[in-house]
């Protein structure tokens, strides 16, 4: 059991020397390396030695809370948040860019969704599904009310939205009223024609009921047909001119209808007027009224443009009104309206309301036919405004005092007008 104890002692002591020798080698190796590293680096001055970390450069301090102003130096903003420093290399730094310029880093333009295209010339058209509603065009739309009294026999449009045309019978009427002024008519058509060679007042009494007759016919909007019809034939025609110019002598008639019916009414024509024209088919006599009307309105508000412009540059509005009615301007119309503009007579010629209700039938007109009519809108609204200031009732030539109430200017009018 001694010698046992023994032997192990010996082995444990071996055990330690040897760990000791194999510690002592490494430490003199390790040291061995450290000293020749040492000695190679002061040799070379030190540049082999390892490099020292290095400093990150400040740029500018950014707004807390993303704003695009910065500052060279720390600060707070109004809230009492300090400003964030922001160094080279960081993402978000703005390095050689405007200091103004926004940035978004890439992660948070993951996070946004943000997406990217090369820009192409397209269309952008969406689809979109709502709920609607069709009305018609009230300036389309026309209510159709007979003269006289009846009852409809046959309707031949009778489904809501229908198309029709213009010229389709819509419905078939009886009036007892209308045959009766039918058979009048034709009792006093014969009774001239056999009365051709009687005295004349009968025959004048005869063609005078004959005449009232049909103008009864007339008054209940018979078409020339159907005057045409009962043996009869009618003509349309407008007076061009006021009072004054049929007084003068030296009104103008247009006249609408068959040659041959012209021909025999010319002598009455012209008892009226030494001017008697005739210009197509029945109808186109109204429509040529409507033309001339409106060129009597916009020449007013011309006319009324230019003295107003006169008088705004110290030139009494008499004498230029005098001038304008000694030069090349002077028409007809503007040589007995033009001095309206200086006072208004007691007894209106033609007033605002009639003038735009042919205003308004020319521009229907002018839609239906792609014709444009821009003065003759224009002078329409300002109709309309004479209308509102509570002057329509007066002669159109108060388009002048449209105009002076818009430029300030006073006038005999205006000062009658309530404010």
């Known amino acids: 059991m001694k010698s046992t104890k023994v032997v192990l002692a010996l082995l444990a002591a071996g055990a330690v020397g040897v760990g000791g020798y194999w510690l002592g080698g ?17 040799s070379f001055g030190g540049a082999l030695a390892a490099p020292a970390r290095k400093q990150r450069k400040l ?145 004048a009494g005869m063609k005078q009921l004959a005449e009232s007759s049909l103008a009864r016919l007339r008054n209940w909007d018979l078409s020339p047909e159907q005057v045409a019809a009962l043996g009869a034939q009618m003509l349309d025609s407008p007076v061009s001119g006021t009072s004054i110019t049929v007084d003068k002598g030296k009104a103008s008639l247009m006249v609408g209808g068959e040659p041959d019916a012209f021909e025999r009414a010319r002598p009455v024509l012209e008892a009226i007027g030494p001017r008697v024209i005739h210009v197509g088919p029945s109808g186109s006599a109204v429509t040529m009224k409507i033309a001339v009307n409106l060129s009597l309105a916009v020449q007013m508000l011309a006319f009324s443009e230019g003295v107003l412009l006169a008088e705004k540059t110290g030139i009494a509005r008499e004498k230029a009104v005098e001038v304008m009615l000694a ?33 308004n039938l020319a521009l229907e007109l002018g839609r239906r036919l792609e014709v444009p009519l821009p003065t003759t809108a224009v002078t329409n609204e300002l109709l309309t405004a004479a209308n509102g200031m509570g002057i329509g009732d007066r002669d159109f030539a108060v388009l002048f005092d449209v105009l002076a109430a818009m430029s300030g200017v006073s006038t005999e009018i205006l000062a009658g007008v309530p404010a």
């Not at 490494?26 to 002061?42: I, K, L, M, S, Y």
């Open 26 to 42: 490494r430490t003199h190796a390790a040291g061995h390396a450290a000293a020749v590293a040492a000695a190679v680096a002061e």
């Open 59 to 203: 740029l500018y301090y950014r707004n807390p809370m993303g704003l695009p102003d910065t500052s060279p130096t720390p600060r707070k903003d109004p809230m009492g948040m300090d400003y964030i420093p922001v160094y080279e290399g960081e993402d978000g730094a703005q390095g050689d860019a405007s200091p103004n310029q926004v940035r978004i880093s890439t992660e948070k333009i993951q996070k946004l969704g943000v997406r990217t295209e090369a820009v192409t010339m397209r269309q952008l058209g969406k689809t979109v599904r709502a709920a609607g509603r069709v009305e018609p065009d009230e300036r389309r739309v026309y209510a159709i009310s007979p003269k006289f009294e009846g009852y409809v026999e046959r309707m031949h449009v009778n489904v809501t939205g229908q198309p029709v045309a213009k010229g389709q019978p819509l419905f078939e009427v009886y009036s007892p009223e209308l045959v009766s002024a039918q058979r009048e008519y034709a009792i006093a058509a014969q009774g001239v024609e056999a009365l051709k060679s009687a005295g004349g007042e009968a025959q």
């Open 327 to 359: 030069s090349v301007i002077a028409s007809p119309m503007v040589a007995y309206r033009g001095p309206l503009v200086l006072g208004h007579p007691d007894e209106v010629w033609f007033d605002c309301h009639m003038m735009q209700k042919d205003m």
